[in-house]
């Protein structure tokens, strides 16, 4: 593992700076065990991470939304062999039958030294902690990422519904203006034909009177002792 602190003076400075406090109860000084303490909540629980290094050289997340501790050592695969047993047939007992299986163990890579052990867990703290929990508050709430896609979502949801709400109600609107031009040409148009039939009577009235008035085929003026015909 690559040096990143010259001494434990340096590594301490840094926890001081990512304000990670150490809790470690005098039980677990006896053990060779340190634990600390975040300034970041878990998502769900809203309770402190806590962080702890072992002198068996493993390195532990202690308190998370998880139901128990977890190791945060790396990890590799190694090949292990197991007998292979046949039963018989009334499957009362097993025999080898010479043969193995091969399974693939994943392990944790222990980290011996202490120092290097508190190295890697301010570098694992920094990538999975406060990187990842950039968007972390003062007052220890934060929104993780796929919540924040979530809400962001939302957002542009509701804006979108907004938007088409509004163009809906343009369109309403728009409409409802033009059916009320259409009532208008429509009312119009009543008025005329009901004016039109109005006249249509008024001349046939005035026909009628015309034909009732006395013929003036014989009509005939005087002028100058003459007497002219009116055509």
Not at 37 to 43: A, C, D, H, N, V
Not at 100 to 120: A, G, H, V, W
């Amino acid at each position: 593992m690559k040096k990143q602190f010259n001494n434990f003076v340096e590594v301490e400075r840094m926890l001081q700076f990512l304000d990670i406090q150490e809790v470690t109860t005098e039980r677990q000084k006896k053990n060779g065990t340190r634990e600390f303490e975040l300034p970041i909540k878990t998502e769900w629980s809203k309770r402190k991470i806590r962080v702890a290094s072992f002198a068996s050289g493993y390195v532990r997340c202690q308190l998370s939304d998880a139901y128990c501790s977890y190791q945060l050592n790396k990890r590799y695969f190694e090949d292990e062999y197991f007998k292979d047993y046949d039963w018989n047939e009334n499957y009362t007992k097993q025999t080898w039958n010479g043969k193995y299986r091969k399974f693939k163990s994943k392990k944790c890579i222990l980290i011996p030294n202490e120092q290097d052990r508190l190295e890697y867990l301010i570098s694992y703290c920094l990538k999975n902690y406060y990187i990842k929990n950039a968007n972390q508050v003062a007052n220890g709430d934060y929104i993780p990422k796929w919540k924040y896609e979530s809400y962001k979502n939302e957002y542009k949801n509701r804006v979108n519904e907004v938007n088409n709400h509004q163009d809906n109600y343009n369109k309403a609107y728009n409409n409802g203006y033009a059916h009320g031009l259409e009532q208008g040409k429509d009312k119009c148009c009543e008025e005329v034909a009901a004016f039109k039939t109005e006249s249509e009577a008024k001349i046939l009235i005035l026909e009628k009177e015309l034909e009732n008035r006395p013929a003036l085929n014989n009509l005939s003026v005087t002028v100058n002792g003459e007497r002219y015909k009116i055509i």
